[in-house]
């Protein structure tokens, strides 16, 4: 079978949607099926082109979207990931959209949409898959079509978000033939917010992993005795890199910690300004004396460096105040390292206490101390639990399994339409 995918972000922007793409992609490339993209145009790229052996169509085809655009269609978007993020958002931002860049947001998914339709026409995909609450409006005009239309939503997706916001959500997603939620407890939600049951399915993120090349370790000057806590997040208020400071200011062990990702798509090409605040003031943080220069900022760096950390670390950390799935979590997993995490979002379906980690409560620094603390002071049970966390990925976590609940979920609505 032949898929097209959509989705704002691919390669060579980095991101979760960005690398669940090219692994879900590369699988189903394995299995004999099609795979093309359609993806927002980053400054100055190519309107088609080829990466990693895959066709992508770029939006717009032609120029780029202007300043006043992608800034309009930036600040509805965060409005949306700031609602569901269960931040404090007045419902009469929802019924007054119109102030908030929701005309940009549609124009750049009009966009979308025609660069869709004409990919399609080249491509003839047996199934059209859009993912994330950028692209909502696009199930709007690409439904009534003869492929089944698929919707992925990413984020959260909880009863704690207004009625309002989540019906409104609800309404594009009637369009598509299935939307996929990353966990029975989003599923639920968007069931009781009036999706029918029978277009909703429930498939977990995955992952991908390879064996780096590169030397963490010796690329930031960190001793092998040293205690290594990783923390893999884009620098957002969301991800708690906040409390993690506050938390290794109470260790009383020999640790380096280091932060990696600097940013998103967001921050890089629509230059949303709250997130490069946001780091500068965790820099400036880091630069107290408690921390005695155990606090490294590595900034966005490339796949086999990436992986070269989950190698070599001891301990990776996810402190999110809200998450959708929390995928560094199953990335330090898939390296057999014990985790610890929030107890938000998709973290507790991947953290099991006492087996591979631990949860703790968000914004609580002391509870994370403690947690991250026990663990390193004790490296029998930090060994074992890393081995529990390794079969755990692999049992549930693991790009084929992600790829074979994709396939029978195609194939399902290519025979029964539901």
């Known amino acids: 079978m032949k898929i097209l995918y959509a989705s704002q972000s691919f390669l060579p922007s980095t991101g979760g949607v960005s690398y669940y793409l090219m692994w879900l992609g590369r699988k189903l490339k394995d299995a004999k099926h099609e795979v093309a993209f359609v993806n927002m145009k980053p400054p100055k790229g190519k309107s088609r082109e080829e990466i990693a052996g895959f066709k992508v169509f770029r939006v717009p085809a032609e120029g780029e979207f202007d300043h006043d655009t992608l800034r309009g269609y930036s600040k509805f978007k965060e409005l949306i990931l700031k609602v569901f993020h269960n931040r404090d958002v007045p419902v009469d931002m929802l019924y007054n959209k119109h102030l908030y860049g929701y005309n940009e947001y549609l124009k750049v998914n009009e966009s979308f949409q025609k660069a869709v339709l004409e990919a399609a026409d080249l491509e003839q995909p047996d199934i059209v898959h859009v993912h994330d609450f950028q692209l909502l409006p696009c199930l709007n005009s690409l439904s009534g079509n003869s492929w089944p239309l698929v919707f992925t939503w990413h984020i959260p997706f909880t009863e704690e978000v207004h009625t309002s916001w989540r019906e409104a959500m609800v309404e594009y997603m009637r369009n598509a033939s299935a939307s996929i939620f990353s966990t029975k407890g989003y599923a639920s939600a968007v069931i009781k917010s009036g999706l029918p049951f029978n277009r909703v399915s429930v498939i977990p993120p995955f992952i991908d992993v390879e064996q780096p090349k590169a030397k963490f370790r010796e690329r930031f000057g960190i001793r092998n005795d040293e205690k290594l806590i990783i923390c893999v997040a884009r620098m957002d208020r969301f991800k708690g890199q906040n409390t993690l400071l506050d938390a290794v200011a109470m260790l009383d062990i020999d640790y380096r910690l280091v932060f990696i990702g600097n940013g998103s798509f967001s921050k890089d090409v629509l230059k949303v300004k709250e ?131 994709h396939i029978g979920l195609y194939s399902r609505l290519l025979k029964f339409g539901v």
């Open 275 to 405: 997130k490069e605040s946001y780091s500068k003031e965790l820099k400036e943080k880091a630069k107290n004396e408690v921390y005695s220069g155990r606090v490294i900022f590595a900034g966005a760096v490339d796949r086999d460096l990436l992986m070269a950390a989950y190698n070599e670390c001891d301990l990776v950390v996810l402190p999110s105040v809200h998450e959708g799935f929390g995928l560094a979590i199953t990335e330090g997993m898939a390296f057999g390292k014990p985790v610890i995490g929030t107890a938000v979002g998709g973290i507790p379906s991947q953290i099991w206490p006492g087996v591979n980690g631990y949860l703790v409560r968000p914004n609580d620094p002391k509870s994370l101390a403690d947690a991250i603390r026990h663990i390193l002071k004790n490296s029998e049970l930090a060994e074992e639990m890393g081995k529990n966390s390794k079969a755990i990925f692999e049992k549930y976590f693991s790009s084929k399994r992600g790829a074979e609940d």
